[in-house]
Nanobody
């Protein structure tokens, strides 16, 4: 079992930065692949970024819309995964969710993740 708690959301002006954190419980965090998803009002949930478990090299994936602006990383000592978001745009406004799954491969579909946090709101003003 893994419990996830996100933090770091807030209101920021366009062009600004935020860093989201997702703290995970459990002693086997390093064996989980992690993902960040977001859902804007009236839109479907979408993958933002993902990172594999450390044992599979910590490979990363980014949605095209955030490539070059967002960076996902993990600290297995702190049981935390981060999403550094730079050059934020109003279209990045959404609730951001952290998710975890057992497995060694990148997965971009939410249904393949078994554990979810409660979400944190990110609002980017123009």
């Amino acid at each position: 079992q893994v419990q996830l708690v996100e933090s770091g959301g807030g209101l920021v002006q366009a062009g600004g930065s935020l860093r989201l954190s997702c703290a995970a419980s459990g002693r086997t965090f390093s064996s989980y692949s992690m993902g960040w998803f977001r859902q804007a009002p009236g839109k479907e949930r979408e993958i933002v970024a993902a990172i594999t478990s450390s044992s599979s090299g910590g490979r990363t994936y980014y949605a095209d819309s955030v490539k070059g602006r967002f960076t996902i990383s993990r600290d297995n000592v702190k049981n935390t995964v981060y999403l550094q978001m730079n050059s934020l745009k109003p279209e990045d406004t959404a609730v951001y969710y952290c998710a975890a799954r057992r497995g060694f491969e990148i997965r971009v579909n939410g249904y393949e993740y078994g554990y979810w946090g409660q979400g944190t709101q990110v609002t980017v003003s123009s």
